[in-house]
């Protein structure tokens, strides 16, 4: 048996191994008790393919030989049992443990169970890591997956280890906290077979602690740290046949650190490279990476000197015949390790010179060694044997060049060896098998070499001159290997991992102890199984490494007689053997398994040799690095040096190193293993231990076989042994009673004695003391007691819920019975009804037969009757017409005799009258001649006198005077004309609009009435479901034709409005040809015009004064009615009618009669809520939106064919009727340009006649020019007045159409309106109208005054009215009146416009609600009555409840408001009292020190303020606001505003009263345009603000003070910096005292820098208050009692929430909740529950910390939106990391917690800043935990969880375990489909965690501030006397 030492651990059997090599349960620890072997006990039993298998017990087992069990085949399998039961199979653990993260949590421990556990997490939750006690289990996945990004690293920092889910990281933050807590050095023993992931794992290990080591002044270092692995890995990795990327050395890295727990530098130690790769690779395998990198990147001119080629050309790159990796790209690869190099400090150069040696030993591996001497030599008889080298070998002369050596005495040494003898040195020829060994242990030795120049190289590059202060180890290194032959390098592996196991092992044992002993549980000390004498076997004195190195210094020494001296010294150690059939080969006993070796090769290298003559020439070459690489000391003794010892040596010191006195490797590795046992034994070690699960590297693919093989040789099995040994599963107390409390009675729990309550528990239920422990804090218990509790504690519960069920199920049973008894009944009754309802329906077919038959008898007589009757009217019929028809011939004729005899009659009378004509106008032409010739020569003589071209001159004076009268009269004419034409645009317009709703409602009726014929089909027809998805594509189809037919509808409606657009611009355009004419024609009455327009300008001018009176009555009037509009509060502006300004007469005649000016505030708007939302306070007709109106105010119609017919046809015959009066009016203006060229044609004529005769013929042809043109006005009047009937028609068309639509829509609160709006609108224009008639009536008579008073004061003399040019002088004057009237509108207006702005926000909010309304109507209008008076109480309800909430909140914050001012009154009075002042309180009104009163914009002192307080009084002198400061003074200013400022001082005054004072100095600066003094004083500022938050960065209250005054002067710069963006709510004043010298843009840039830097700064404050209360308060605060229950844990347990907050375990065992004298049931949860409230209370101080220093709410509400966001994701990545919280109770109890949050941000009013929806992702967390996980449920999950990304749906899948064993798991396949669908998101994030280093951007809003400068003061207690007030 094998030597034994003494431990001290409870005492167990020994553990012992099956023939199968397989560990039974009673090997591991204690045997279960038998009463759990019973019928249906779940088993595990052994399994050839799969290791083990599970079964289930036949029957009971009471003892015996044998036991019978079925598998899950079915097939039924009978066991051995020994002797006291050992044999008996191991015990399964209940499902509820399956899964876990530490597997000594399991209640059964024994390796069937650590596999199936294993096998579970990887492949159906992708687990890779998994917990065994101390140890980390990483099983390859062969798979990226996305856990190690630095949102990773960063959750688990801080974290302990069990916290979170099992990771790397986790060992690695570990190692970290230890050495900053206890200062210690501390190592991670990385260990596993190749493919096992080792480097990958020691990789991520060293990326943690330079991404949390990592020194914001040193960053270069962890860049180095991170880059030594591409180079270590291109150097000493290779592609073996389990491992792409396998390390071929083992390597330990020492990360030192200083005293800051920084990294500094690093050091690396190798141990036993694999040299032989370098020259033989197997089948599918690679050499190293650096040759291939050399050879993907041959074509890059830096490497074309190397003569570079493919790498299947170099024979040690191309035997493994597999020189490519899957997703490696070498060239790629080969770029990195160049930056990597670089980084490291290898210059150039030395990069080419190592370059060129990997390039020489790839070209020596192609040297051709031939047979034979060399054919060249003098010596022929030597040819026959031996070798040469061909002198035209290229690959010679490469390698010679390349290392820059002689080549004929490289190839000359490389076939010969010198033999030195005692008298003379011989040379021999090798053999060519000998020559190509030495070459290949050439070209080994030099690459061995290199590597460890360059390990030197980069241990020099990580060195750092900062001392050490501790270091943390990564030791990578081979695992143990066993494979069909075994050579010296798996010696020497299983070497090592001997004694790491050794130390591994020791290190268990400690551990155990130490808790043993803190618990103080009585233990007792066992014999364990060592593996010392396996090492002492090894490495011991005659040893197998002290025979190996004897014989290799034996002259003749082999391996055959090595292995004999192994055999006959040897055969003594148990841990030796020799094998049954092989005298060459040995066994030794490893702890892992036995390993047979084959002695062949051991000491070839062993000795490891190099020709000595050989090294020679590569010693004496010009290569700088070969003299380097081969230099007296051997960087192979600096590397086995121990950092801080001194290594002695033994031998002699010699100048040289001889072959004799060589150390052997297997000497020099047993040295720097003993130096690593060493450092390892000084450093406190994690252990990570890496499995393979396959040897295909397939993806998540598990193979048993190959894992238990690795379980066992890594040590995992051992330490389940040694927890099974003793007491494996540990609880605390209070989680004891929480989990088995169903266990005891309400009598036994003493809630102030826990361990008192759990002793009774554990008395009543396990009877042999031996299985559990009672401890200080915790109860231990042996292995399978925890499953046989839980096996008590289901079976409780199933008690439980059978009685629950019987009790429910007899109620339903009930319930259908009676169900079952009422439908029988029905279905009798409806039997009976339907037989009496068919015998009716017989007997009523038989009477209608009857009747049938008589109908069809009569039916038959009438048609025979009939048929007679028609034939004889026929007959009749044709003979009648014949007469007919001949009579009517014969009267056609004579009709048309008739005609022709008037026609031809015609024509000749025609003719005679023609003939008559024609000399007549001769005769008339002859005379006309004559006479205009005798007029011609009457001119002729006027014109030559002086007198008449006078005269000339003033009558064109008084034509110019007059036409341009007349051109305005024309212009108001033509807007005249234009506003009738917009009239007719907007019936067309309504007609349009009506149209297009008429049609819309015709096609919603319809979609109607189908949408509830389909409703009801599928109500009627669910089993008809293929009819009825043909009904609905029918549907669906002809749906699509009215829809098209709609659009072609449309496109009619479009073409006729561009058809009426066309007319209209026809019509514009003959206006204008019309006012062209008109002005031409006018030209020639200009003279005759002009006494009339000076008679009527008189008459305007008295109009004038008469409207001005109007004016200033109508504005009276005004005035009064604001007055009263005000006094009413405006509640009936929406419904009632006012007058306003139109009811004034207008400036001028012609403008009142034609115009209705746009500003005008009458009946000219539509009054509505639609209006509203105008520009101004009305909308003219023609502007008004009518189809939005409808959208508004008419809710969806129902089906109303007559209302929709008869609006149909008003439509048709108002649009028929517009184009007859089109037309009438185009025949109307026809009319009247023939009567103006009349009147023109009769004026000439006068002028005509008038020339022949003197004055008095001139006035007696006057008069009848007077008459003409008073009855062309008549004529102008009648035209107007049919036009004004006309309109009257039009309107009462409009109106009938309105009506209809408004009687279609009946009860439409908007149809009323509408119609309300058109009576306003007709009323106000019928007004209009007789103003205008009378107005005109009067100008009128008043013109036909003035024309008769002229006429009979001047006569015909009218001129003489303008001798002097009065008229133009006073026509002058009435226009600059004119002017100053439309001034005093437009004020007016704008005052106007500002009053209804007020009113149209009171409209919006009106028809805000009005819309509401209304869609809810329409909501509701296909329901019933009763339906739609149970909607309307409901929004009535709802609008009521929502207004008393926001009435109670508003009462509820003028409360708290009233309570904090009372409060600071209290102490402001104190403070008065006590320095002699009056008693505040006895003062009726007090304003608090944040608001002081104001007056009349003036801010007066209030009485509760103090010295400290800005007093701001009122201004007994005019201030400019600004403050006069020395530059010199800046300095103090600072210190005493900024630097010095305390936060207590500040609360007392005005917020942001440092940012007034500060911008108040450089309003001064401006206003001396001193522009150094602005830069210094803004520089120094500046430079303060960032010292000081610098400085007191940690205080969160100088944070929050200068934020809010670097924002407040940040605004003060943009409001005062004249930009008329930042001016819209400045006073007057304020405007006025805007910089004016100076741009400080830049400076408000600076400024908004300095702000969001301060705002990041309270962000990461407040994170850092919140961090620790996050999980607590969110995760593992359980609020109601009795939902969760907590589940076994293993060594690595983690507290529970209440012993974590607060609840403390005295060392009896008694529990207790601080703040409570005697503990009750509820008082449990009490410290969770302050954990909650502590996260609440935190939230409200920031909150009220922030608004007491005036932070703006909007900034506020950003800020808590980022908090939320952080708790968010730090809640949601710590949940995706703890499987123990993902179930269904802990998902309640999380929404539980989320819900106070939700209610915090409510109370704070911030629902519009969007801080709750930060909260979705955790919310969709916990409700993903709670919902149904069913295939039915797929898609409503991915709907539901739309704020998680598909990582994280599926990870908290994966980690999804049931809390009790009546929770059912997550199918698998469930998992997959939510995969699958997932997928198809269109945007997927590729992370699993959260950001929660994410921060939105900030927006600082622009805050005007409405204080005034001049009135702020400097309170005393600021110090700044140097300042003076400007």
Not at 1443 to 1467: C, G, I, S
Not at 1517 to 1544: S, T
Request: neutral net charge; hydrophobic residues 35%.
């Amino acid at each position: 048996m094998a030597a034994s030492r003494s431990r001290g651990l409870p005492q167990t059997p020994r553990a012992r191994a099956t023939p199968g090599g397989l560990i039974l349960t009673g090997d591991l620890g204690q045997l279960p008790p038998l009463d759990v072997y019973q019928a249906g006990a779940r088993v595990w039993i052994p399994n050839s393919d799969t290791v083990w298998e599970g079964a289930e017990l036949v029957e009971d087992y009471v003892g015996g030989n044998a036991i019978r069990v079925t598998t899950k085949n079915g097939k039924v399998v009978e066991l051995e049992v020994k002797g006291g039961n050992v044999g008996l199979p191991p015990l399964r653990n209940p499902d509820i443990l399956i899964g876990e993260n530490d597997l000594t949590s399991l209640s059964y421990l024994h390796e069937p169970a650590v596999l199936y556990n294993l096998k579970v997490r990887f492949c159906n939750h992708n687990s890779i890591y998994t917990y065994c006690g101390i140890v980390l289990v990483a099983i390859n996945p062969y798979e990226e997956l996305p856990i190690y990004g630095n949102d990773i690293i960063w959750l688990y920092r801080g974290q302990a280890m069990g916290e979170l889910d099992p990771h790397i990281f986790a060992v690695a933050e570990e190692a970290y906290t230890k050495l900053e807590r206890e200062s210690q050095n501390q190592s991670i023993i990385v260990s596993g077979e190749s493919g096992a992931g080792k480097t990958v794992s020691a990789k991520y290990a060293m990326r943690y602690f330079a991404t949390v080591g990592g020194s914001s002044t040193e960053t270069q270092v962890e860049k180095k740290v991170l880059a030594s692995s591409p180079i270590m890995e291109a150097i000493g990795n290779a592609k073996t046949t389990r491992n792409d990327n396998s390390s071929r050395f083992g390597k330990f890295v020492e990360i030192h650190f200083n005293d800051n727990h920084h990294i500094t530098g690093a050091s690396m130690r190798t141990y036993l490279l694999e040299k032989s790769r370098v020259v033989f690779q197997a089948a599918g395998e690679r050499n190293y990476h650096i040759f291939y990198q050399l050879c993907a990147a041959r074509e890059l001119p830096l490497l074309q000197d190397l003569h570079l080629e493919v790498q299947d050309f170099f024979h040690y790159t191309n035997q493994g015949e597999s020189p490519n990796i899957d997703g490696v790209d070498d060239l790629e690869a080969f770029s990195e390790t160049r930056s990597a190099l670089t980084l490291l400090g290898f210059s150039e150069s030395d990069q080419m010179s190592m370059f060129r040696v990997l390039a020489a030993v790839l070209h020596l591996g192609n040297v051709n060694i031939l047979e034979g001497g060399n054919p060249s030599d003098d010596k022929k008889d030597e040819g026959r044997e031996g070798s040469h080298i061909s002198r035209k070998d290229k690959h010679l002369k490469l390698f010679s060049h390349l290392m820059q050596i002689d080549q004929a005495e490289m190839g000359h040494w490389l076939c010969h060896r010198k033999i030195v003898s005692t008298r003379e040195v011989f040379t021999k020829p090798m053999t060519a098998e000998q020559a190509q060994a030495a070459r290949d242990a050439l070209a080994k030795h030099v690459y061995a070499c290199l590597f460890n120049w360059i390990v030197e190289v980069v241990n020099k590059a990580l060195e750092s001159s900062i001392k050490t202060h501790k270091f943390i180890g990564v030791l990578d290194i081979y695992g143990f290997e066993t494979f069909e032959i075994n050579s010296f390098e798996q010696f020497c592996i299983n070497y090592a991992n001997e004694k790491l196991q050794q130390q591994f092992n020791q290190h268990v044992f400690k551990l155990e102890q130490e808790e043993y002993v803190k618990e103080e549980i009585d233990w007792k000390f066992i014999d364990f199984c060592d593996n010392q004498p396996c090492i002492d076997l090894i490495e011991s004195k005659l040893g197998i490494l002290d025979l190996l190195d004897e014989e290799c210094r034996m002259p003749k020494g082999t391996d055959q007689s090595w292995a004999d001296k192994l055999f006959e010294r040897c055969a003594k150690w148990k841990h030796f053997a020799k094998p049954r059939f092989s005298n060459s080969a040995f066994v030794i006993r490893h702890f892992a398994d036995d390993v047979q070796y084959e002695s062949g090769g051991f000491l070839e290298k062993n000795r490891d040799t190099v020709i000595e003559e050989q090294m020679e020439v590569l010693r004496t070459g010009q290569n700088k690095l070969l003299a380097k690489l081969f230099t007296e000391e051997a960087p192979e003794k600096k590397k086995l040096m121990v950092p801080g010892k001194k290594l002695i040596s033994a031998t002699p010191k010699v100048g040289t190193v001889t072959k004799q006195h060589k150390r052997t490797v297997g000497s020099q590795f047993r040295d720097s293993l003993q130096m690593l046992m060493s450092t390892l034994n000084a450093t406190t070690p994690h252990y990570v231990r890496c499995i393979k699960p396959n040897d295909e590297k397939g993806s998540f693919e598990y193979n048993p076989v190959r894992a238990v093989q690795q379980l066992r040789a890594c040590g995992v099995l051992e330490t389940i042994r040694i927890s099974a040994a003793g007491y494996p599963s540990r609880w605390t107390y209070l989680e004891f009673f929480q989990r088995y409390r169903v266990l005891c009675k309400s009598k036994d729990i003493k809630y102030n004695n826990m361990k008192g309550t759990c002793e009774v528990i554990l008395h009543n239920f396990i009877s042999e003391e031996d299985k559990f422990q009672f401890g200080k804090t915790k109860i231990f218990f042996r292995a399978g007691q925890v499953a046989y509790l839980e096996k008590l504690r289901a079976d409780r519960l199933k008690e439980c819920c059978v009685l629950i069920q019987k009790r429910v199920r007899g109620w339903i049973c009930r319930k259908k019975y009676r169900t079952k008894q009422g439908a029988t009944q029905t279905i009798q009754r409806y039997a009976r009804g339907f037989i009496a309802r068919r015998r009716v329906y017989h007997m009523r077919r038989l009477q209608a037969a009857i009747t049938l038959q008589k109908h069809i008898r009569r039916w038959m007589c009438q048609v025979r009757y009939r048929r007679l009757q028609a034939l004889a009217l026929g007959l009749q019929c044709r003979a009648r017409g014949l007469l007919a028809r001949r009579k009517y011939l014969q009267m056609r004729r004579n009709a048309a005799a008739i005609v022709i005899q008037r026609h031809i009659r015609g024509w000749l009378a025609r003719c005679w009258k023609a003939r008559t004509l024609r000399k007549i106008v001769v005769v008339q032409c002859r005379v006309r001649c004559f006479l205009a010739k005798r007029r011609l020569r009457h001119l002729k003589k006027e014109a030559r006198s002086v007198e008449h071209i006078k005269k000339l001159n003033k009558g064109l004076e008084n034509k110019i005077i007059s036409m341009q009268q007349r051109i305005g009269e024309l212009t108001k004419e033509r807007e005249a004309l234009k506003n009738v034409h917009n009239e007719l645009n907007d019936v067309r317009h309504q007609l349009e609009l009506v149209k297009a709703s008429e049609m819309e409602w015709k096609g919603k009726a319809g979609r109607l009435e189908i949408l509830e014929a389909e409703l009801e089909q599928l109500k009627q027809a669910l089993t008809q479901e293929r009819d009825e998805k043909m009904d609905i594509l029918q549907e669906k189809d002809r749906l699509e034709m009215l829809n098209k037919e709609e659009k072609e509808e449309k496109d009619k409606f479009i073409e006729e409005i561009g058809k009426l657009k066309a007319e209209l611009e026809q019509m514009d355009e003959k206006i204008e040809a019309e006012k062209i004419s008109a002005e031409e024609r006018l030209k020639k009455r200009l003279e005759e015009e002009a006494a009339f327009l000076n008679q009527e300008h008189d008459q305007d001018r008295n109009a004038y004064q008469k409207l001005l009176m109007e004016y200033h009555v109508l504005e009276q009037q005004r005035d009064s009615l604001e007055r009263e509009l005000v006094m009413k509060g405006g509640s009936n502006l929406a419904g009632e009618h006012h007058r306003s300004l139109s009811n004034a007469s207008t400036t001028s005649v012609v403008s009142a009669s034609s115009e209705l000016p746009e500003d005008d505030f009458g009946y000219g708007s539509v009054r509505s809520a639609a209006s509203s939302t105008a520009t101004n306070s009305h909308t003219r007709v023609d502007a008004i939106d009518w189809q939005q109106q409808g959208r508004k105010s008419i809710p969806q119609p129902t089906a109303q064919g007559d209302g929709s017919e008869t609006s149909v046809a008003l439509i048709l015959k108002l649009q028929q009727k517009i184009k007859e009066l089109e037309r009438e009016k185009g025949s109307l203006e026809r009319r009247l340009e023939e009567a103006e060229r009349d009147f023109e044609d009769d004026d000439e004529d006068g002028r005509g006649s008038g020339g022949i005769d003197n004055g008095s013929e001139r006035k007696a042809v006057s008069s009848p020019r007077r008459s003409n043109l008073a009855a062309t006005r008549t004529r102008d009047n009648l035209r107007l007045q049919e036009l004004e009937m006309e309109n009257s028609k039009l309107r009462e068309a409009l109106n009938a159409i309105r009506k209809s639509v408004a009687e279609g829509e009946k009860g439409s609160e908007g149809a009323s309106e509408l119609m309300d709006q058109f009576v306003a609108l007709q009323e106000e224009l019928e007004r209009r109208r007789e103003e205008c008639v009378q107005l005109r009536g009067v100008l009128a008579n008043q013109t036909q005054g003035i024309k008769s008073v002229a006429n009979a004061s001047y006569g015909s003399d009218v001129d003489i009215i303008n001798e002097d040019g009065e008229l133009v002088m006073a026509f002058e004057a009435q226009k600059k009146i004119n002017r100053q009237l439309e001034d005093e509108l437009q004020i007016e207006k704008s005052r106007r416009e500002i009053l209804g702005e007020e009113l149209r926000q009171e409209i919006d909010r009106l028809r805000e609600d009005n819309d509401r309304q209304q869609r809810l109507l329409a909501l509701n209008l296909g329901k019933g009555p009763h339906t739609q008076s149970e909607a309307i109480l409901q929004h009535e309800i709802k609008r009521l409840t929502s207004e008393n909430l926001d009435l109670q909140e508003k009462l509820d914050a003028m409360t708290e408001q009233a309570r904090k001012y009372k409060k600071n009154l209290k102490v402001l009075a104190k403070k008065l009292r006590d320095t002699g002042g009056i008693d505040l309180l006895t003062i009726p009104e007090v304003t608090a020190p944040s608001a002081p009163k104001t007056t009349n914009g003036v801010v007066q002192p209030s009485a509760t303020l103090g010295p400290s307080i800005p007093v701001v009084r009122k201004m007994e002198r005019e201030y400019m606001g600004m403050f006069e400061y020395r530059q010199q003074d800046e300095a103090i200013i600072m210190r005493h505003l900024i630097i010095d400022l305390k936060p207590k001082l500040a609360l007392t005054l005005l917020p942001g009263l440092p940012a007034y004072i500060i911008f108040m100095c450089i309003r001064h600066t401006d206003f001396i345009n001193d522009d150094d003094k602005v830069c210094s004083l803004l520089t120094t500022m500046i430079n303060s603000i960032k010292r000081v938050i610098k400085k007191r960065h940690d205080d969160f209250d100088t944070t929050v003070l200068w934020l809010t005054n670097t924002l407040r002067l940040l605004h003060n710069l943009k409001q005062y910096s004249g930009d008329k963006a930042f001016q819209a709510q400045n006073t007057p004043k304020q405007n006025e005292q805007c910089l004016r010298n100076f741009d400080l843009s830049e400076y408000r840039q600076v400024l908004s820098d300095i702000a969001v830097w301060i705002y990041q700064g309270v962000i990461k404050y407040v994170e850092e208050r919140v961090q620790q209360m996050v999980v607590p308060a969110i995760l593992e605060h359980d609020a109601i009692l009795g939902l969760s229950g907590q589940k076994p844990v293993g060594m690595r347990g983690r507290a529970a929430s209440v012993s974590r907050e607060g609840s403390l375990v005295d060392s009896g065992g008694r529990t207790s909740v601080p703040g409570t004298p005697g503990a009750e049931p509820g008082d449990l949860a009490g410290g969770s529950q302050r954990s909650l409230n502590a996260l609440l209370e935190e939230l409200s101080q920031l909150h009220k910390m922030l608004r007491l220093h005036g932070v703006d709410p909007q900034l506020i509400g950003q800020l808590f939106r980022q908090v939320f966001y952080f708790i968010c994701a730090s809640a949601l990545n710590n949940l995706m990391m703890r499987k123990d919280l993902c179930h269904w109770a802990k998902g309640m109890q999380i929404r539980y917690n989320l819900s106070h949050l939700e209610e915090w941000a409510r109370e704070h009013h911030m629902q519009e800043a969007q801080v709750t929806e930060m909260l979705q992702p955790i919310i969709q967390a916990a409700h993903l935990l709670q919902a149904r996980k069913t295939d039915d449920d797929v898609q409503s999950v991915c709907e539901m969880c739309d704020k998680l990304s598909s990582f994280q749906i599926v990870k908290i899948l994966n980690v999804y375990t049931a809390a009790d064993d009546f929770e059912e798991k997550v199918p698998l396949t469930f998992i997959r489909k939510i995969q699958q669908t997932l997928n198809s998101r269109p945007s997927q994030s590729q992370t699993l965690l959260m950001e929660t280093k994410f921060s939105f951007p900030v927006r600082f809003p622009f805050n005007p501030s409405n204080i005034r400068l001049e009135d702020i003061e400097i309170p005393e207690s600021l110090n700044l006397p140097m300042l003076k007030k400007v």
